[in-house]
């Protein structure tokens, strides 16, 4: 416990220094004075990533692109300034053909970035990208190779030929808006990009590759990691690929090693590394998802698995299971962004997860292939595109459905809201999937109730003498009979019920629920009457003889 705060506190302090070094450049460093004064700056920049399609502002028909790029220099105001920054560059169609290491000059004007940003500012190009050179860039050649498997698939169906670039390589470009809208209402948007999931099959794929040719343990972690390492390039630096990546990669060197390490352990460890390598990652929203979804899989995945009686098929089971555990822990988190609860959320993930497979194995496949050997590549590109436009069509099936998004409170309430209904979901299914459990749990917080209260009725008869209400019917003194004696017979009903709950064994859960309201009844009923017979007549005598 001490270590684990220890190493809270250290990532803590990074990522405050981190901030306060990001503040400090943005407000020192030298494009400050022309984010300050919003002058028009001519850049000379190189670009670093991929350009990128954003939804076009107010009533705008033409795209809007943007892409990340580093300062050469910078001439505003009659003077020219040299540093290191690194700015976002937004622009028209005419920045959607640049590629990384491209060395262009263009005319804008600087804006101020969001805060947790650690860019230095916005550039807001007024004018298209001219080139002065370009430099090699591992990046653009990946670049190169998402244009080309974009290119490879427009024979598909729309839905397919938009969705399957998504999961294959990231790139959403191509994606229908309205699809993008039905795979958030049904809570599938974590598919129409790569996530975690694509990292291991991924990483598995070239381990079990490297076994095939019978490579050694060491070596064929090796390969695996180049092999994930280059699909990492080949998609780009997404929070929730790199903590995949890292975390794969750990595991990957741990068993190489001989350490059977646990899940839990390798995922604080990726987040520590990334987070003292790039503290920025703490505030990102992806980052923050991939974390949560992967603790609730490790910690509840298992547990929710186990839960499930035998009869039920074990893949089935981690089917259901697994989604279920990360949208436990994600629900607070997501209800905060997006105040809409998705009922079938459930349920449309856990049907779309086994197409989920084909797609990103076939689709790597067919990723060098279609830019070398197009027509080799159309045979993966054919199975993994059915399965993406089967992925699509549940998308729109489940958001067709009535109530497939309602809404939700905003704000804190939602998040705390949404916990609560977290631990509830977990509580229902556990006493769905525990009938005996649950009713033997009921019977014996009931032997502690009447326990009670037959201590509290011996405790009152012995301090005082029952009560007399000045009738000769004697009614007033059999007021504590009746509980000592519906205590004592529902004590007898305990242990007869649960004498017979362990020879019947399982049971229903319906079944369950059944008998539990009838044994209430017939308690109830018996408590009423005095407990027994025997009792009631007593009282009867009493009462008449008074």
């Known amino acids: 416990m001490a270590a684990t705060f220890a190493l809270a506190c250290v990532v803590g302090a990074a990522v405050a220094a981190h901030c306060a070094v990001s503040e400090a450049k943005q407000e020192h460093g030298p494009l400050a004075?022309?984010?300050?004064s919003g002058d028009g700056v001519v850049a000379h920049l190189v670009i670093t990533g991929s350009p990128s399609k954003i939804p076009a502002p107010g009533q705008s028909a033409r795209d809007r692109w943007t892409v990340d790029a580093h300062l050469i220099d910078a001439t505003y105001s009659g003077a020219r300034v040299r540093g290191e920054a690194d700015v976002v560059v937004v622009g028209d169609d005419r920045w959607q053909n640049v590629r990384a290491g491209d060395r262009v000059r263009t005319t804008g004007s600087l804006k101020e970035v969001r805060?947790?940003?650690?860019?230095?500012?916005?550039?807001?190009?007024?004018?298209?990208?001219?080139?002065?050179?370009?430099?090699?860039?591992?990046?653009?050649v990946a670049g190169d190779l998402r244009k080309h498997f974009v290119?490879?698939?427009?024979?598909?169906?729309?839905?397919?030929?938009?969705l399957l670039p998504g999961m294959v390589t990231g790139d959403t470009s191509a994606l229908p808006e309205s699809l993008g809208v039905d795979m958030k209402t049904t809570g599938m948007t974590h598919l129409t990009a790569v996530s975690g999931a694509n990292c291991s099959l991924v990483l598995g794929g070239f381990v079990l590759l490297a076994r095939y040719f019978r490579l050694s343990?060491?070596?064929?972690?090796?390969?695996?990691?180049?092999?994930?390492?280059?699909?990492?390039?080949?998609?780009?630096p997404d929070p929730s690929v790199l903590r995949a990546a890292v975390m794969g990669c750990v595991g990957v060197t741990a068993l190489a090693g001989g350490l059977r390490g646990r899940a839990l352990t390798f995922l604080c460890v990726a987040s520590s590394v990334l987070l003292f390598v790039d503290p920025s990652l703490a505030g990102n929203v992806?980052?923050?998802?991939?974390?949560?979804?992967?603790?609730?899989?490790?910690?509840?995945?298992?547990?929710?698995?186990?839960?499930?009686?035998?009869?039920?098929?074990?893949?089935?089971a981690t089917a259901v299971a697994v989604p279920l555990a990360a949208q436990l822990l994600c629900g607070p988190v997501i209800a905060a962004?997006?105040?809409?609860?998705?009922?079938?959320?459930?349920?449309?993930?856990?049907?779309?997860?086994?197409l989920v497979a084909p797609v990103t194995i076939l689709g790597t496949i067919a990723v060098p292939l279609a830019a070398f050997v197009p027509w080799v590549a159309a045979a993966p590109l054919a199975i993994a595109g059915y399965c993406a436009g089967a992925i699509a069509a549940l998308a729109?099936?489940?958001?067709?459905?009535?109530?497939?998004?309602?809404?939700?409170?905003?704000?804190?309430?939602?998040v705390v809201a949404m916990a609560v209904f977290s631990v509830v979901t977990v509580l229902s299914a556990w006493m769905m999937l525990h009938p005996t459990t649950l009713q033997g749990s009921v019977i014996a917080l009931h032997s502690e109730i009447v326990t009670l209260l037959e201590a509290m009725a011996s405790?009152?008869?012995?301090?005082?003498?029952?009560?007399?209400?000045?009738?000769?019917?004697?009614?007033?003194?059999?007021?504590?009979?009746?509980i000592v004696s519906w205590a004592r017979g529902a004590q007898r009903m305990d242990a007869a019920t649960a004498t017979g709950l362990q020879q019947r064994g399982p049971i229903k859960p319906w079944s369950a629920m059944t008998r539990l309201v009838h044994w209430m009844i017939r308690v109830r009923t018996r408590g009423r009457y005095g407990g027994n017979s025997s009792s009631g007549e007593r009282g009867t005598r009493r009462s008449r003889s008074g």
């Not at 807001?124 to 370009?134: F, K």
Request: with cysteine.
């Open 459 to 482: 405790r009152r008869g012995r301090e005082a003498k029952p009560p007399t209400c000045g009738h000769s019917s004697g009614r007033c003194v059999l007021i504590h009979r009746p």
């Open 337 to 354: 962004l997006q105040p809409q609860f998705t009922p079938y959320a459930l349920v449309a993930n856990v049907t779309a997860g086994p």
């Open 151 to 162: 290119e490879a698939t427009a024979w598909l169906p729309p839905d397919a030929a938009g």
């Open 33 to 36: 004075p022309a984010v300050e």
């Open 396 to 414: 729109r099936f489940f958001a067709g459905l009535p109530g497939a998004a309602l809404p939700w409170a905003e704000g804190p309430a939602g």
């Open 217 to 236: 343990r060491p070596l064929s972690a090796a390969g695996g990691c180049l092999g994930l390492f280059a699909f990492v390039v080949l998609v780009g």
């Open 286 to 316: 992806g980052f923050l998802l991939s974390v949560l979804a992967t603790l609730g899989i490790v910690l509840l995945g298992s547990r929710i698995c186990s839960w499930f009686p035998p009869q039920v098929p074990r893949w089935l």
């Open 115 to 140: 805060t947790g940003q650690p860019e230095a500012g916005l550039l807001s190009a007024a004018s298209a990208p001219v080139a002065v050179g370009a430099d090699f860039d591992v990046h653009g």
